[in-house]
């Protein structure tokens, strides 16, 4: 589902303006946005004029150009301080040289006034750091609201003619498969424009970091959690939810090498999900449809013919081994994000979302104790 304005294909280029902690009311037990952004200062609105110029002299294509205020607490900070921000954003708007405005806020810092102003401004996307629907993983996690006002303020923004995007986190204190299970449900519910997931990261310096050192909270590893999620990633894939990320991105600090300490990261996280989620489907196909062959051939987009491969052929290689067959052949064809041709013994075009079960390829029980 594209969001509004926007071609399904289009590739945006994104100026990524970070707001660390000004303005938000509460320290979450997972959040270190110093370590997170790499910034432990407040910006100005010099600041963000000279990131977008920045920005806008690399760009060689400048017909799709978004600037992005992260931060995750935009409509916390003073109204008079978000006026001057997106005043300098919505003056290059106005030029033809940004098309969309994004920001990233929390569920209860939503209410008429702060959505006049932002359409005022011109913002386009209002994301909000959801993470969780579950009253005691928010509890825990100290985001201090609950579930309710996600509703209300989803509802608002989407009233108001905003693209609303939800962000859910996996592995937060308290959660299991279960509650981010019921979290994706609700999500869906919401009707969100786009979806972001994270698996939770143990950052330094950190509540969570402490609870971790205390003994009193455990992280998903990396393989349990590329399951977690890819059982999310259905939901969200099963109700043409356009999912913008999977995982935080890799910065200096966001790294094994920097500040994370414990928890699922990996600089190709998404595609570790996507090829676990493509090898389920069609292993549950297999032994569905009995359609197999000594030889198979298997057609999908470039990209699924990766996820299907798997990094270094494990994938294939395990598909291989559990048919019992000798080889898999993969060539790529222009079909559909989640179309699949295989030809063995009959030729057939499948929608792998229509073989992954979650409840096929899961024990419950693996993340009891999160």
């Not at 498969?177 to 972001?196: G, H, M, N, Q, W």
């Not at 067959?325 to 079909?335: A, F, G, M, P, Y």
Request: proline share 3%; charged share 30%.
């Amino acid at each position: 589902m594209p969001l509004k304005g926007e071609g399904k294909l289009s590739k945006r280029n994104i100026i990524p303006i970070f707001i660390p902690h000004y303005g938000c009311p509460n320290d979450c037990v997972f959040c270190n946005q110093r370590k997170i952004t790499g910034m432990s200062t407040d910006i100005s609105n010099s600041d963000v004029e000279n990131t977008i110029l920045e920005y806008l002299s690399y760009f060689k294509r400048k017909d799709n150009v978004e600037v992005a205020f992260y931060g995750g607490s935009f409509t916390a900070i003073p109204i008079d301080k978000q006026s001057e921000f997106l005043e300098v954003a919505h003056r290059y708007k106005e030029k033809g040289l940004v098309k969309f405005i994004r920001l990233s806020t929390r569920p209860d810092a939503i209410d008429h006034e702060i959505l006049n102003n932002l359409k005022k401004y011109g913002v386009d996307i209002i994301e909000l750091g959801v993470q969780s629907l579950d009253e005691e993983v928010l509890k825990l996690s100290n985001r201090g609201h609950d579930a309710a006002c996600v509703y209300s303020s989803s509802k608002l923004i989407k009233d108001y003619g905003f693209s609303l995007g939800l962000q859910q986190m996996v592995g937060l204190p308290g959660d299991n498969i279960d509650k981010s299970i019921y979290t994706a449900r609700e999500f869906v519910k919401l009707k969100p424009d786009c979806v972001r997931i994270y698996p939770t990261l143990v950052i330094k310096e950190t509540n969570l970091y402490k609870n971790l050192i205390d003994g009193k909270y455990k992280a998903l590893d990396l393989d349990s959690s590329i399951k977690f999620v890819a059982d999310i990633l259905d939901i969200y894939y099963k109700n043409d939810i356009n999912v913008i990320r999977v995982g935080l991105q890799p910065t200096e600090n966001i790294n094994y090498d920097g500040d994370v300490v414990e928890g699922a990261f990996h600089p190709a996280y998404r595609q570790l999900v996507e090829a676990y989620y493509f090898k389920r489907g069609l292993l549950n196909y297999f032994k569905k449809s009995k359609n197999i062959s000594n030889e198979i051939l298997i057609f999908a987009s470039g990209k699924n013919i990766s996820n299907i491969s798997g990094q270094k052929s494990k994938n294939k290689d395990e598909i291989i081994k559990e048919l019992g067959i000798s080889k898999i052949k993969l060539r790529e064809k222009d079909l559909g994000s989640f179309d699949v041709e295989v030809q063995a013994k009959l030729s057939e075009l499948i929608d792998i979302r229509d073989y992954y079960r979650w409840v096929d390829v899961f024990k419950i029980s693996y993340y009891a104790g999160i």
